[in-house]
């Protein structure tokens, strides 16, 4: 069994990058993983802002970065990029942070303009954390993922269809690297 961080950089409580995650999350816990959840919203804004590398919440995130075999990255896009709020906490992290790590970026935003958000504005600071593989990114527009009264989310069955693969491909590297010996990786 894996251990995998999930990431919510959403700064809304309602978010519906939250509610991905969570779907998604879902699914890798079927396949026989563990997942944890970091909502960098909950973390202290003081902390994230006044870099305050010592913060123990800040040390905690940290550590939930070192202890998981892979990390699914989400975020909300905001005028063409990632959330300022992930930037914050990216930035806070050591240096090669994802070294060796499989991370599934993923993407929610109102319009299609956004769609290459990920490969030109998240993936490239992923690659400098030192990421081990980065399977492809998925956008998803908001209107695709309806959130319930009851507390439930659904994914619209052609966003579904599309993000099955992803999770499928994330879950089988993840699987096979944290099987293999360290010397293999």
């Known amino acids: ?17 939250a ?14 993983h563990e997942v944890t ?31 998981a075999d892979g990390v699914v990255i989400g975020t909300p896009v905001y005028k063409a990029a ?10 806070l992290l ?6 060796g790590k499989t991370i599934l970026p993923l993407a929610t935003g109102g319009t299609t303009a956004h769609v290459l958000a990920i490969d030109y504005a998240l993936r490239p600071v992923l690659s400098s954390m ?4 980065i399977v492809q990114g998925w956008f998803v527009l908001d209107r695709h993922i309806t959130l319930h009264e009851d507390g439930t989310t659904t994914i619209e069955p052609s ?3 599309a993000l099955t693969p992803l999770i499928t491909q994330f879950s089988t590297v993840i699987t096979r690297t944290s099987l293999a010996p360290a010397s293999a990786v």
């Open 1 to 17: 069994m894996a251990s995998i961080l999930s990431v919510s950089g959403s700064p809304s409580a309602t978010s519906r990058t």
């Open 37 to 67: 959840t970091l909502d960098v919203r909950t973390l202290p804004g003081e902390a994230l802002l006044g870099t305050d590398f010592g913060h123990p919440a800040i040390v905690a995130a940290t550590e939930l970065f070192e202890r």
């Open 130 to 133: 030192g990421a081990g593989h």
């Open 159 to 161: 966003t579904e269809e």
């Open 19 to 32: 509610r991905l995650l969570g779907h998604v999350a879902e699914r890798l816990t079927a396949d026989g």
């Open 82 to 91: 990632y959330s300022g709020l992930l930037k914050s906490l990216l930035d």
């Open 94 to 99: 050591p240096q090669f942070a994802l070294a």
